[in-house]
């Protein structure tokens, strides 16, 4: 079936430090992909999404390319803020059939100290 | 405007007890879902709702677990006999559907309600 891997956790970075979150998938045919982040104490929110290869998702000055051929989507910022710490969920929804749900990574914590 | 809401957001159980978990979409979202989140598990899908009707109850861990939707908003998930092991944060999720299934839809979440069972 179709599932997620992204790195164990947890990060630690200083501010302003480069963020490189690791997320592959398996999947057939060509899934959409999804980075979802939960602030502390907050819900899920979508960060950035991409539906089809060499897409680039961004916001907020993080980004990820859709990688195909290395069925690849990982995460990155070139500047971490301090604000960035939480929870990073890599996700996605198939496509055709079951297109709704969303299977996700088990999360990467990430911690930005000043 | 108003989020996906959730209550309780926290609830304690004793095992064997039922327990009922309530959601509110956002309004005018017509399709709504219910994850799970336990440590070590992840996020699990449990059942996706498209206005009252629910086309997949396919993550529903047991028959213990049960869901229902009326007028095409409040969710309620009902865990019967709740067990140990369903300690974990049900989060709910909404969004808009143009079409079932609802494909390039955002799902929007909740702050989830976070469930021990004792």
New interface residues.
């Given amino acids: 079936g179709d599932s997620v891997t992204q790195m164990e956790g947890p990060v630690t970075l200083s501010e302003e430090a480069f963020l490189t979150i690791n997320c592959t998938y398996t999947a057939t045919g060509y899934p959409s992909l999804f980075w979802y982040v939960q602030y502390p104490g907050e819900g899920l929110q979508l960060l950035l999404k991409a539906t089809k290869a060499d897409d680039k998702g961004s916001n907020k000055g993080f980004e990820a390319t859709y990688r195909k051929e290395t069925t690849s989507f990982h995460l990155e910022k070139g500047s971490v803020q301090v604000s960035d710490s939480a929870v990073y969920f890599c996700a996605l929804r198939k496509s055709g059939g079951s297109n709704y749900k969303l299977t996700f990574g088990k999360g990467t914590l990430l911690t930005v100290n000043p | 405007g108003a989020?996906?809401s959730q209550s309780p957001s926290n609830k304690v159980t004793e095992k064997g007890k039922d327990v009922e978990l309530r959601c509110d979409p956002i309004s005018g979202h017509t399709?709504l879902?219910w994850?799970r989140q336990s440590l070590?598990?992840?996020?699990?899908?449990l059942i996706?709702f498209q206005g009252n009707s629910a086309p997949?109850k396919s993550?529903l861990p047991s028959d213990r677990f049960s869901a229902e939707r009326t007028g095409g908003s409040v969710s309620t998930l009902t865990i019967q006999r709740t067990q140990q092991e369903d300690s974990a944060v049900y989060?709910c999720?909404s969004?808009l559907a143009r079409g079932s299934?609802?494909?390039?839809?955002?799902?929007?979440?909740?702050?989830?309600t976070r469930l021990l069972v004792l």
């Fill in positions: 989020g996906v399709a879902y994850y070590g598990q992840g996020l699990e899908f996706y997949d993550g989060l999720a969004s299934p609802p494909a390039g839809e955002t799902q929007y979440f909740g702050p989830g």
